[in-house]
């Protein structure tokens, strides 16, 4: 079992012990690559990578687990984070964990890596913490080049996949990796022209930058529907958006020959890369009456989405009665992962679910003791919330079309480096991410570099209003969905058609549509 702390990447690992009739089943560090196992005592035991796999048993009739497939509608992150699936018997082994089973049907799980466990000293000088994260980052990039197989980028235009992408190239140029191959330099790039979500110029402009070549991805409108309602099935699970989004990149890669993608996942997590960590934070630097930081996340968050004021976020800050605010905006917090969390519109379809399966769901080790309250809430998310369901959708997307996703940022090196850094080296002067960005100087174009209005990872909302209405209408008037017994089938319909009827349906409101499109196609 000591084997597992030398290893610095993804894995799934099973072992079968034939002296002491013994499996061994190990899953990496912050849960990568996928670990599902089912196990009825004294009668079977069986693994796979997805779920899906284990509908082709004949010893198992697979049944959905109504209190857990309740939950995942309302937070999805709350059941991807702990051990347990949608469905009874089949659990998914925690990132950072081994299993012992023996013939005996004992079955113990034990946690060999907590990141909290692994922090280490950093250079007290900022600019010493920049060359110390520049030099881990090069070297998680080199030695994720080492391949026999040619390698690609799938490249946003954001800060964290062209970060990756640059510094690719930046070690080729130099001759510095170890063993790579001749093709490494091309980039694909999902477009969706004439949206919000299309990021073609940014992507266009690294390209330029670093002298690579480029792939560019457009959906094919005419097969929409049906591509995502396959992938849908495929997926088995509940997921807040299309994959197809994501998988066209991969599939395009697989057609021009490419099996290992560069990619650049897990940043957002460690360095406040979303509105709502940096919002979060507003409001805590507000309880601990630290003005001054208050101020310098409020222009923070009007550089990541132009939604946020700053003359009101300003006002807060200065009104005395922003004290009874913060405190129930703390409340709130306090019940993320909790089911509380619920809108009054998931409400009229949905019941709560029960605090029994929450309680249970919570028992994990989520302690990770900084003083400030906003990073112990990114040491959250990036363990137990945002980012498995991120690893675990990129995982089935990719591998959908047999590529693997090698992702620099997760070098279990740089994860404990970030996570031992004082807050003020990761985000400030109105800037996420703030020593990647530093860290990227002469490196990536500036405008790249110092880009603050973050998209994210996502379909167009007109997928939803255009090309898959028609779909997502036939399917919730269908007497499957409006009988179904895990949801108010008449109540949502309702719901829907006066939102298309009024053009008042939200991006939220789509994500909890789409969890609902792909909760139907799962098949006991």
């Known amino acids: 079992t000591d084997c597992l702390k030398k290893f610095n990447g993804m ?10 009739k013994e499996l061994f089943i190990a899953r990496d560090r912050f849960g990568v690559k996928p670990l599902y196992y089912l196990f009825i005592p004294g009668k079977i035991f069986a693994f796979c990578s997805e779920t899906i796999g284990f509908k082709n048993l004949t010893e198992y009739n697979r049944e959905i687990n109504s209190k857990n497939l309740n939950l995942a509608l309302y937070d999805s992150t709350l059941l991807e984070g702990s051990d347990q699936t949608i469905f009874k018997n089949i659990y998914q082994l925690l990132s950072g964990n081994y299993l012992l089973l023996n013939l005996k049907s004992d079955l113990k799980t034990i946690r060999w890596w907590n990141t909290k466990d692994e922090l280490r000293e950093v250079p007290k000088k900022y600019d010493d913490q920049v060359e110390e994260f520049k030099s881990l980052f090069e070297n998680a990039c080199k030695l994720r080049l080492r391949s026999d197989v040619p390698i690609a980028s799938a490249l946003s235009g954001g800060l964290d996949s062209s970060s990756v992408y640059a510094t690719i190239h930046k070690i080729n140029k130099n001759n510095q990796q170890e063993r790579s191959p001749n093709n490494w330099q091309k980039a694909f790039v999902a477009t969706f022209p004439n949206t919000k979500v299309d990021e073609k110029q940014y992507a266009e402009k690294v390209i330029q930058y670093v002298g690579g070549e480029a792939t560019y991805i457009v959906p094919d409108y005419s097969k929409l529907a049906d591509e995502v309602i396959d992938a849908a099935k495929l997926f088995d699970g509940i997921i807040a958006t299309p994959i197809n989004a994501i998988s066209d990149v991969y599939k395009s890669m697989r057609a021009n020959g490419i099996t290992v993608s560069m990619d650049g996942h897990g940043v957002d997590e460690m360095m406040y890369g979303y509105n709502t960590y940096v919002y979060k934070a507003f409001y805590y630097a507000l309880q601990l009456r630290d003005f001054k930081q208050a101020e310098d996340l409020a222009n923070t968050l009007c550089g990541l989405n132009p939604n946020y004021k700053k003359a009101d976020l300003l006002q807060l800050i200065n009104n005395e009665k922003n004290k009874s605010l913060a405190r129930q905006f703390l409340s709130s917090v306090k019940k993320t992962f909790s089911a509380n969390k619920v809108s009054g519109f998931q409400q009229n379809w949905l019941p709560l679910p029960d605090n029994d399966t929450v309680n249970s769901i919570l028992k994990k080790e989520i302690v990770f003791n900084n003083p400030s309250p906003a990073e112990n809430l990114l040491y959250k998310d990036f363990h137990y919330a945002d980012l498995p369901i991120n690893l675990r959708d990129f995982d089935r997307a990719s591998m959908q079309h047999g590529i693997e996703i090698r992702m620099p940022f997760m070098d279990y090196r740089l994860v404990s480096y970030i996570f031992s850094l004082p807050t003020s080296s990761k985000i400030g002067n109105g800037y996420t991410k703030k020593i990647l960005r530093d860290a990227m100087k002469n490196t990536l174009p ?34 499957e969905f409006l009988e179904s017994e895990y949801w108010d089938g008449k109540g949502i319909v309702k719901y829907l058609e006066t939102g298309y009827r009024n053009n008042s349906l939200t991006k939220s409101d789509f994500n909890l549509i789409w969890g609902l499109v792909s909760a139907n196609f799962i098949k006991s």
């Open 11 to 20: 894995f799934a690992i099973i072992i079968w012990d034939n002296i002491n």
């Open 446 to 479: 500036e405008d790249i570099r110092t880009r603050t209005f973050k998209v994210g990872i996502g379909v167009p909302d007109e997928w939803y209003t255009n090309q898959l209405k028609p779909m997502i209408l036939d399917l919730f008037h269908s007497k």
